[in-house]
């Protein structure tokens, strides 16, 4: 089976960096997904990491270590529209598992 | 514009009464797939399906059914409803099962209410 872990929430000023963590457990692995759900609204992705390092879009990164089953998003020069809740999704030997998300208030 | 609909977008029902919440999509994707959101507990998947008339139960399929005639279109049916299945549903599909690249569409959310 799958699990993956995260803080259940994160606040950060506005401006800011901020380091959202994910670690997993899972019977084979194929990549490590991110995506951002605001209140109201339905999921949306933002990155994939399928090796190890850093992917970078923009003002979010991912990062991916396979060794440590442990990967980050990282959201830089943070807005107030980046208050949302932040899901990593696994996928191993079954179809995507989702963390439990991690909601980031950003605070002026 | 490439998009995935759910219909209905709020329901209300009693309990034992059979629906059938709808979800197409428009971007010929094989992988259809549904999941719940409950505070505290994520998005847990129901059921998936990776094409035409293959299905396969995702973590929480009890109590839910469905089915895969077309690409494009994959009802959830709730045979006999239960306040327990009071939620939020998202229907989302993407070109593969994951693959190397898994970005997957959501659908907008059915939120349903079971008295």
């Known amino acids: 089976g799958q699990s993956l872990e995260q803080p259940s929430e994160v606040t950060a000023v506005e401006g800011a960096i901020v380091q959202i963590n994910c670690t997993y457990q899972?019977?084979?692995?194929?990549?490590l997904s991110w995506y951002q759900q605001h209140d109201g609204g339905a999921p949306t992705f933002l990155s994939y990491n399928a090796l190890d390092g850093l992917e970078e879009t923009g003002r979010f990164s991912s990062f991916l270590s396979r060794s440590d089953s442990y990967g980050y998003l990282l959201l830089q020069e943070l807005q107030m529209k980046d208050s949302a809740s932040y899901f990593c999704a696994g996928r191993g030997n079954t179809p995507l598992v989702f963390g439990k998300g991690t909601r980031l208030s950003v605070i002026a | 514009e490439a998009q995935v609909t759910q219909n209905p977008r709020y329901l209300i029902t009693v309990t034992g009464k059979k629906l059938t919440v709808t979800c197409s999509q428009n971007?010929?994707?094989?992988?259809m797939s549904w999941y719940r959101q409950d505070p505290g507990l994520g998005l847990r998947q129901i059921y998936y399906?990776?094409?035409?008339?293959?299905?396969d139960k995702g973590d929480v399929p009890e109590g839910y059914k469905v089915s895969r005639k077309e690409k494009r279109n994959f009802p959830l049916i709730l045979e006999s409803p239960s306040p327990n299945q009071t939620s939020l549903y998202f229907c989302?599909?993407?070109?593969?099962?994951?693959?190397?690249?898994?970005?997957?569409?959501f659908g907008p959310g059915t939120r349903l209410t079971v008295l």
């Open positions: 899972t019977s084979g692995f194929y990549g």
């Open positions: 989302a599909s993407s070109f593969q099962s994951g693959g190397l690249y898994n970005e997957q569409f």
């Open positions: 399906s990776m094409n035409v008339e293959v299905t």
């Open positions: 971007m010929n994707h094989e992988y």
